[in-house]
DNA sequence: CGGTCATTTGAGCGGAGTCAAATTGAGTGG
DNA sequence: CCACTCAATTTGACTCCGCTCAAATGACCG
C-alpha cells in the first residue's frame, strides 16, 4: 500500500518541497482515507496535528468571499502538512485524488521540536519562493517552472502523471485555466513536452524548460 | 483580504506578524547599524543568527537576473528577520533607513526551540497569506490592504510614515511604481487617504479601506 | 537658485483575462 | 464495442487592467 502513486523521494537541498515536507519520524497512527475532492480541514477548524500522506495528493488553499481561489501548496505522497502559526487552520486543505493520510502529534520533546522546526522553516522558504513566482514571473516563466518543479517532486523521471487539473495548476500559479493551457500548448508545439494524455507529461528538453524559468 | 498580517506589537495568536516577528527574548548582544540601503546580508552567505530591529527597517527581497525583484517581507522595529531553511541566506536584506540590529543565536535549548518555531510558524503562514494578494487580488486592493497591514504594524494610530519608497511598495505587491502611485491617487481623490507628505499617510476611512481589501 | 532624484501624470500598448464555442476524453449503459 | 453524456480542456475573438515609455511636477539639498 506503500506505492500507488510512486515516489521516490531524494531531497536534495535545491529541490525544496512545498508547504508540505517529508516526514522524518517513523510511527503509525491510523491510517485516514479520502475520495477525490473531500475536505481535510478547512479555515476555523482547531488544528489537531499534522497530516503525512501515504499516497495520492493534497491541495491547500485560500479562498476570496467572491470565489476567487489561491492554491498554496499541492502536497504529494510522502509529503507533510497541518502546520499552524495559531489553534486553527488557516486553510483548506481538500485531498485531489483518492488519498490516504495518516495523523501525527508532536511532543515537547527536543527531538520533534527540532524536527517540526526544520519544517516550518522549508515551508516558509517554500512559500516565500513561491511569491516571486507569482509576483514576477510571466506566464511562460510560472508554467515552465511548475512542469520542473513536479518533475522533481514526482522523482524525475522522464514521463509523469499531473495530480491536479488545469485549474488547480491556474489558482496556483495565480493564472486562469485557459492561460495555463495555451502555455502547455506553447510548450508542446515548441518541442520542450509531449503530452501523452491530459495528465500525462513528457520533457523532451529538461534545460529548455529550465532556462525558460527566469 | 481584511487581515494582510497586521499587527500592533504584543503577539495575540490571532495576530501574526510578517516574515519577522516579535522577539521574545531578553538579551544584549552587540548593536550592529547600517546606513539606507546598505546590505546585511546576501543570497548564499552563510546564516549567522536571527537579526532583531532596535530602529529602522529592513527589506528582504529575491532578485531575478534581469533585474527583476520581489520584495519578500518588509521588518519593523521590534520585528525580527533571518530565519533560514539552509545553512545560507536565501535572500537579500537591505537596511531601508539608518537601521541597528542586534544579533541573535539559538541553541538547543527548548525554550528558544519553541519560540523560533512558533517564529517560524507565523513567518510561513505570513508568506503564505501574501501569495494570496499578490495571486489573486487587484492592485486597488493590494494597495489597500498594504496600508491597512502597515497602520496596524505602527501602532494603528490614524497617521504614520511609510519607512519604504513607492519603489519597495510596488516590488513588495509585485505592482510597478507608476501603479502604486495611481492607486494612491485614487485612494487620496476618493477621501480615504490623505497624504500629509510624500512618505506620511493618514487614514480617513479605515472602514472603507477594510472593505476594498476583498 | 539650480541640480538631482523620487514621484506623479499622461498616452498608448500588450499580456493575460473574459466570454463563448469547439473539441477531447472519461465514464456509462445498451 | 459503440453510442451517448457530461465535464474538462482547448481554441478563438475580443477586452481591459496594469505595464511601458515619456514628460511634468515636486521635494530636498548644496
Known sequence: MT???TIA???????????SSIFPFNSSAPLTTFDADNEIYAPGQKARGLYRIEYGAVRLYHMLSDGRRQVIAFCLAGETFGFEATPTHS?????MTSTGVRTYHFTANGKDQAELLG???RGMLSAQKHILVIGRQTAVERVAGFIVDIAERQGGLEHFDLPMSRLDIADYLGLTIETVSRVFAKLR???LIKLRSIRCVEINDMSALRSLCA
Chains 1, 2 share one sequence.
Open 119 to 121: 519544517l516550518a522553516l
Open 3 to 5: 506505492t500507488m502513486n
Open 91 to 95: 486553510f483548506f486543505a481538500e485531498a
Open 9 to 19: 523521494r531524494p531531497v536534495s537541498s535545491s529541490a525544496l518541497p512545498t508547504v
Open 189 to 191: 508545439q515548441s518541442g
